[in-house]
T-cell receptor, first 113, second 115 residues
Framework: GQQLNQSPQSMFIQEGEDVSMNCTSS?????WLWYKQDPGEGPVLLIA?????ELTSNGRLTAQFGITRKDSFLNISASIPSDVGIYFC?????????????FGTGTLLAVQP | DTGVSQDPRHKITKRGQNVTFRCDPI?????LYWYRQTLGQGPEFLTY????????KSRLLSDRFSAERPKGSFSTLEIQRTEQGDSAMYLC?????????????FGPGTRLTVT
């Protein structure tokens, strides 16, 4: 089945640093979604990508849809303490008609003031 | 628009008891999804509804689990004879097929602890 692997598994950075994380798949995805989850809360949608090579920004966040359609990248510039959380990539499973989401393993981000 | 809401936010129950969770999707969203998330993992799909019809169930959804969306608005997820392995965060999400078929909007979740 489709699996999404994220790296790094965790990151510990200083406030103000830039962050890069990625998500890779064993199969092609036609849509990539990036979510952020705070402790005890549900995931919040950050960015949606629909076309190979697409680069999309949301404030200090920038995400890219990989050319091979098997990967995606998320960058956070000038990190701040509220960026702390777990970042998940996700994509719809095209095996059925539901567009249910397959989630990655997550990247835990810790930002030290 | 108040977003997806879930109730309760936390539930502690003893093994063998039944529990029921409620999800209210974003108004006019015709698709509603249930996911389960265990510690250190991403959410995993359980089931989904289009309007009031339950169109797919994951094999994770054993026969102790049942979900309903009787009028195509709110949904309930019931777990009968709870087991310790049912302890997890249960997440509800919704979207509108015509506007954004892939972007799903999640509620805050219900944290279930089975003792």
């Amino acid at each position: 089945g489709q699996q999404l692997n994220q790296s790094p598994q965790s990151m510990f950075i200083q406030e103000g640093e830039d962050v890069s994380m990625n998500c890779t798949s064993s199969s092609i995805f036609n849509t990539w979604l990036w979510y952020k989850q705070d402790p005890g809360e549900g995931p919040v949608l950050l960015i949606a990508l629909y076309k190979a090579g697409e680069l999309t920004s949301n404030g200090r966040l920038t995400a890219q849809f990989g050319i091979t359609r098997k990967d995606s990248f998320l960058n956070i510039s000038a990190s701040i303490p509220s960026d702390v959380g777990i970042y998940f990539c996700a994509g719809p499973n095209y095996g059925g008609a539901t567009n249910k989401l397959i989630f990655g393993t997550g990247t835990l981000l810790a930002v030290q003031p | 628009d108040t977003g997806v809401s879930q109730d309760p936010r936390h539930k502690i129950t003893k093994r063998g008891q039944n529990v029921t969770f409620r999800c209210d999707p974003i108004s006019e969203h015709n698709r509603l999804y249930w996911y389960r998330q265990t510690l250190g993992q991403g959410p995993e799909f359980l089931t989904y509804f289009q309007n009031e019809a339950q169109l797919e169930k994951s094999r994770l959804l054993s026969d102790r689990f049942s979900a309903e969306r009787p009028k195509g608005s709110f949904s309930t997820l019931e777990i009968q004879r709870t087991e310790q392995g049912d302890s997890a965060m249960y997440l509800c999400a919704s979207n509108e097929l015509r506007d954004s078929p892939y972007e799903q909007y999640f509620g805050p979740g219900t944290r279930l602890t089975v003792t």
